[in-house]
């Protein structure tokens, strides 16, 4: 990979660009996808680049710890954006048949923020993870 202008810009403005909070729209979303439920830290595992050249194309892995037994499994995870000019980025609804909580997919960002993503069980819990993401070239259109 090679260091350009855009990168390094990018590297540099790092420390300047604060955590993004978490604002009104990001709320309203969450709220959609899963209530009022109390919500949990721990339990995921994001594999995502801190770095991404192109937000155009951004590579998201999500692990979720999970027995996935009929009477213990995953029944949803829901991923969010916090600067992007739609929140929610995607919903994905899964089984105990799929016997891991896993899934890989890729995604837009608009530009540096936190990812949010949220694992709903069967039984109930409600499982948080996030991560900073730095965005290169943005890759959504408002």
Same mark, same amino acid.
């Given at each position: 990979?090679?260091?350009?202008?855009? %990168?390094?810009?990018? %590297?540099?403005?790092?420390?300047?660009?604060?955590?993004?909070?978490?604002?009104?729209?990001?709320?309203?979303?969450?709220?959609?996808?899963?209530?009022?439920?109390?919500?949990?830290?721990?339990?995921?595992?994001?594999?995502?680049?801190?770095?991404?050249?192109? #937000?155009?194309?951004?590579?998201?892995?999500?692990?979720?710890?999970?027995?996935?037994?009929?009477?213990?499994?995953?029944?949803?995870?829901?991923?969010?954006?916090?600067?992007?000019?739609?929140?929610?980025?995607?919903?994905?609804? %899964?089984?105990?048949?799929?016997?891991?909580?896993?899934?890989?997919?890729?995604?837009? %960002?608009?530009?540096?923020?936190?990812?949010?993503?949220?694992?709903?069980?069967?039984?109930?819990?409600?499982?948080?993870?996030?991560?900073?993401?730095?965005? #290169?070239?943005? #890759?959504?259109?408002?």
């Amino acid at each position: 990979m090679m260091l350009t202008r855009r %990168l390094s810009l990018a %590297l540099f403005a790092l420390p300047l660009v604060a955590a993004a909070d978490t604002n009104d729209a990001v709320r309203a979303a969450i709220r959609d996808a899963v209530g009022d439920k109390p919500v949990t830290d721990g339990g995921i595992t994001l594999r995502v680049p801190a770095l991404a050249e192109n #937000g155009g194309q951004v590579p998201l892995g999500i692990v979720v710890e999970s027995p996935m037994t009929a009477q213990d499994y995953v029944t949803a995870i829901h991923v969010f954006a916090t600067r992007n000019p739609t929140p929610g980025i995607a919903s994905f609804r %899964l089984t105990p048949m799929l016997a891991r909580a896993e899934v890989q997919t890729r995604i837009r %960002l608009a530009e540096d923020q936190r990812l949010i993503v949220l694992a709903e069980t069967s039984t109930g819990r409600v499982l948080r993870a996030s991560a900073e993401l730095r965005v #290169g070239a943005g #890759g959504c259109l408002s």
